[in-house]
């Protein structure tokens, strides 16, 4: 089971990234896919969540509106597209795949850095 993330790197505040993760090893249209981050001495916390069928979608609330999750179930990836960044957003983002009650994988993280 891999989740590969990609697609960080350091933008100057009002810039837009787009993230990448691609699965291999496990059923990925059944997983729910989730992106979280984790910033310099703060907890992780839950940045966006998209159903199976990618028809439902959920975000936390300082990225509503600026990022936006995807995924295309014949390439086994998910997004997250970041715009208007702000330096808040820096952190080390991390995919991760879920089937409720039975198995929970996570990439390795990239980074995020949001400065002029």
């Known amino acids: 089971v891999q989740l590969v993330e990609s697609g960080g790197g350091l933008v100057q505040p009002g810039g837009s990234l787009r993230l990448s993760c691609v699965a291999s090893g496990f059923t990925f249209v059944n997983y729910v896919m989730k992106w979280y981050r984790q910033a310099p001495g703060k907890e992780r916390e839950k940045v966006a969540v998209i159903s199976t069928g990618g028809t439902s979608t959920n975000y936390e609330d300082s990225v509503k509106g600026r990022f936006t999750i995807s995924r295309d179930n014949a390439k086994n990836t998910v997004y997250l597209q970041m715009n208007s960044l702000k330096p808040e957003d820096t952190a080390v983002y991390y995919c991760?795949?879920?089937?409720?009650?039975?198995?929970?994988?996570w990439g390795q993280g990239t980074r995020v850095t949001v400065s002029s």
């Open positions: 991760n795949a879920i089937l409720l009650g039975q198995y929970d994988y």
